[in-house]
């Protein structure tokens, strides 16, 4: 995993690149699908299901599983940590359940390293018989993988993605190459950083260049996070004060549901001033409201 300066560098640079999807050359498909947001557009309201929101984020991831369920096709979804690629992954499985077959698969520390860890996890979460035979059979699970998507065809999607090394998306991509035809698709989901890395390493070329459709998430708007806050019931909110909290959240979906709260279990019915917020915002990040 790479370090915290090499994170920030390369998020801050991949930045500039990622509404044009620029990032994916020169091995991306210059036919690519590209689904930018309308970061300026105003909502109301946002669609509520329960307590999850339906942000843009969550409909585009869901555009992104819709595209590559339906055409059999790779899809990569990249945002900042803490947007909600996770949740509206989550949500796209839970509204299409009965309809669409798919699979949520996390990436961690050793499954994001080892290739063979890596398959034979994925082979149990299948049903594979020999992902329990030994480190030296992940040939034979990851054959028996294959044939199983052939059978079963579903949607792969794969989170944290920026975990895995290049050697475990070769075998991403290679599954993928032996299923397609009969019906299976993938989807990543990841920071930006990937982004920096397709673009980057020679390694990730035969990936890159299978993407078929690629949302660059910029999470949560600033209309839209008014919009939640006030369906959350904090509707008597100073203006300075909702422009430090937006501040403070970033378009980060997890920032502001644990903002808000905060607010609302130790605020609740209070007028909401800058000053309240400023002390939200330093108990949770230490965040200092400038003098």
Known sequence: ????????????????????GEVLAPGGRPESVVLSEDTGKRVARVERHGAFYSTQTVQRVGEVCDY?????????CSGA?????????????????????????????????NKVEFICTLGRTLGATKSSSGTQNGGLVFREVCESLRANPALLIFDQGECARPRIFQVVRQ????????????????????????????????????????APLSGLTRS???????AEGLTDMEEEAFALLWKAT???????MRSVDLLKSKHAGKR????????????????????
């Open 1 to 20: 995993m790479p370090g915290g300066n090499e994170v920030v560098g390369q998020m801050e640079r991949v930045a500039d690149l990622v509404e044009s």
């Open 68 to 76: 590559c369920s339906e055409n059999a096709a790779i899809g990569l």
């Open 81 to 113: 940590y803490g947007i909600g690629k996770s949740e509206a992954a989550k949500f796209w499985r839970s509204k299409t359940s009965g309809q669409v077959d798919s699979l949520l698969f996390e990436f961690n520390e050793f499954s994001g390293c």
């Open 175 to 214: 599954i993928h190459d032996a299923t397609s035809a009969a019906g299976v698709g993938v989807v990543i989901l990841a920071a930006p950083i990937l982004l920096a890395r397709l673009s980057k390493m020679s390694d990730l070329g035969a990936l890159a260049s299978r993407i078929g459709i690629y």
């Open 224 to 230: 839209e996070a008014a919009a939640i806050i006030k």
């Open 250 to 256: 970033g378009g980060s979906m997890r920032r502001l």
């Open 272 to 291: 909401i001033t800058e000053r309240t917020v400023a002390g939200v915002a330093g108990h949770l990040w230490g965040m200092e409201r400038a003098a």
